[in-house]
């Protein structure tokens, strides 16, 4: 079956400028995460949904940084006035909850700010 | 807070011999989950294999064995009978567990990885 999807694959943009990158997750996974990984380093939490309970938060680095889940499923990941720092792979994650505990990744989206 | 370390940012190993990669964790929860993950230069995140706090016995998937020494708070990989597809990043990550049948998911906090290498 179809596994976790992200879009756009690359994106280039210029310091400043708004981005929004989307993640469709496993269809009937409940909970859906976002990590961050720069060149190098291993993966930073970001934001963690499941159901229709309040999101966590807590991995967001700064009030620039939002994202969204429509309908349990589909999550769009917006980074507002982009800076150098925010270059990195963000990768999405779903799982099927009950129990589960593997997480089953997207290929990620690899961001650059020039 | 959670903490995972990995000692090793390289290894180096013979195709069809055995590797150790180290993982050391810090938490103060009793339930907690840990687990190791594959990163090929793709950039693929693959699961490999899953340890719960409470399980008594090691986990092992195929050639993967995950080493739990729950007194020393460490979780290494053990990879036997490597092959060269085996080169690759290796992550060790740790999840809460606090379950409730509401609470089955959970952010993973990961290591900064270790980089096999594979030899011919």
């Known amino acids: 079956g179809a596994g976790v999807s992200q879009s756009p694959s690359n994106k280039v943009t210029e310091k400043g400028k708004d981005v929004e990158l989307r993640c469709d997750p496993i269809?009937?996974?409940?909970?859906l995460y976002w990590y961050r990984q720069s060149l190098g380093q291993g993966l930073e939490f970001l934001i963690y949904?499941?159901?229709?309970?309040?999101?966590?938060k807590s991995g967001l680095p700064s009030d620039r940084f939002s994202a969204e889940r429509t309908g349990g499923s589909v999550s769009t990941l917006t980074i507002q006035r982009t800076q150098q720092e925010d270059s990195a792979v963000y990768l999405c994650?779903?799982?099927?909850?009950?129990?589960?505990?593997?997480?089953?990744f997207g290929p990620g989206t690899r961001l650059t700010v020039t | 807070a959670q903490k995972i370390t990995q000692t090793q940012p390289g290894m180096f190993v013979q195709e069809k011999e055995a590797v150790t990669l180290d993982c050391t964790y810090d938490?103060?929860?009793?339930?907690?989950?840990l687990f190791w993950y594959k990163q090929p230069s793709s950039g693929e995140m693959i699961f490999l294999i899953y340890?719960?706090?409470?399980?008594?016995q090691n986990a092992t998937e195929g050639r993967y064995s995950l080493n739990f020494q729950k007194a020393r708070k460490s979780a290494n990989l053990v990879i036997s009978a490597s092959q060269l597809g085996d080169s690759a990043m290796y992550f060790c990550?740790?999840?809460?567990?606090?379950?409730?049948?509401?609470?089955?998911?959970?952010?993973?906090?990961f290591g900064q990885g270790t980089e096999l290498s594979v030899k011919p």
């Open positions: 994650a779903s799982s099927s909850g009950l129990g589960s505990y593997e997480q089953y």
């Open positions: 269809s009937g996974h409940t909970a």
């Open positions: 949904f499941q159901g229709n309970s309040a999101p966590d």
């Open positions: 938490t103060s929860d009793q339930s907690y989950g």
């Open positions: 340890q719960g706090s409470y399980d008594e």
């Open positions: 990550a740790m999840r809460e567990e606090g379950f409730t049948i509401y609470n089955q998911g959970g952010k993973l906090i």
